[in-house]
């Protein structure tokens, strides 16, 4: 009991100190919980998740309005009853985005860049920004004035950025590698020099400090179902907005003191120590008005290398 009531006293003093925003937990109930089981949600039962953090019926619904009209969300009425699920516009992205929380970043360097450059004469302020935008969210780098440079990119993604930047016929990409018998700085350089990753490792000593104590509190505690939803959302919640900046550079190019792979083992141990009791809690609230709701997904066992029951 007495831990019980610690494992409680975390919850409210960490969302004392982080209050959540309505929008963005909305996102990660739908990343987390929601897709695995079928990927839609009544609007009833997103409320009544949303309402155990303390999250008001009309905030929901500003949150899920909003949502949709950036293109998020779609909708689909059955009546007076609404249902939400991930916009097919925006699914993959989404989808890869949510990948990368419970998949370990280990991916080794082969000495290759990537480089996407433009004249930026051809684009307008709007395309260049939008450019940006796009390509710093996905890791890359901007190393000159219409020059970008990631290690270790995916050509698919970045096809994506292209065609979502409607800059086909503006854009150049290719591949680069040191140019062997120059004397020149070696383009590795460039990590410590572009890449701001000291304020990324300090998101993640930052999340470890403050999770490393409930990790401590679970491990002797018969967890409920709501306060293991609670902390299962929160430490996603937390983890994915840790993981915003991080740009998935190759290990072997990372510091040596980086924080990012003991923060994912922490994230995974207390997922693994909560996720039975939440998927219990889940399924209860989400049956309340679908009795049809489908059990967790196969992919949903293989988060961080596999869960066990």
């Not at 990368?100 to 996407?116: A, F, M």
């Not at 990372?254 to 039975?276: K, R």
Request: glycine share 6%; aromatic share 10%; charged share 20%.
């Amino acid at each position: 009991m007495q831990s019980t009531l610690k494992i409680h006293e975390w919850i409210n003093e960490f969302m004392e100190a982080h209050p959540p925003r309505a929008k963005s937990l909305v996102m990660t109930l739908f990343g987390d919980a929601i897709d695995p089981h079928g990927g839609a949600v009544w609007l009833g039962s997103l409320i009544a998740l949303l309402g155990q953090f303390g999250i008001s019926d009309r905030l929901v619904r500003t949150s899920v309005f909003r949502l949709t009209e950036e293109g998020w969300l779609e909708a689909t009425r059955d009546g007076r009853r609404s249902s939400y699920q991930l916009a097919a516009a925006t699914f993959q992205r989404f989808q890869r985005a949510y990948r990368r929380i419970y998949t370990p970043s280990n991916l080794h360097w082969d000495g290759n860049w990537t480089l996407v450059f433009c004249s930026t004469n051809e684009l307008t302020a709007a395309q260049r920004g939008l450019l940006k935008k796009e390509l710093l969210w996905e890791g890359y780098c901007q190393v000159s004035q219409g020059v970008f440079a990631h290690p270790l990119a995916d050509p698919v993604v970045l096809e994506e950025i292209i065609q979502r930047t409607h800059l086909p016929q503006q854009l150049f990409a290719c591949r680069a590698i040191d140019l062997k018998g120059v004397s020149q700085r070696p383009l590795s350089e460039l990590i410590h020099t572009e890449w701001e990753l000291e304020s990324v490792n300090q998101n993640y000593r930052q999340f470890i400090q403050q999770f490393t104590p409930l990790l401590n509190l679970l491990r002797d505690t018969e967890l409920d179902g709501r306060s293991a939803l609670m902390i299962r959302t929160l430490l996603i919640h937390s983890f994915r907005r840790t993981q915003l900046h991080d740009p998935q550079l190759p290990v072997d190019l990372l510091p040596a003191s980086w924080a990012g792979t003991e923060a994912y083992t922490l994230c995974h141990e207390l997922y693994q120590a909560c996720f039975v009791q939440a998927e219990e809690f889940l399924m209860q609230t989400l049956r309340q008005e679908d009795e049809q709701v489908p059990e967790a997904a196969d992919y949903f066992y293989k988060r961080f290398g596999g869960l066990i029951s």
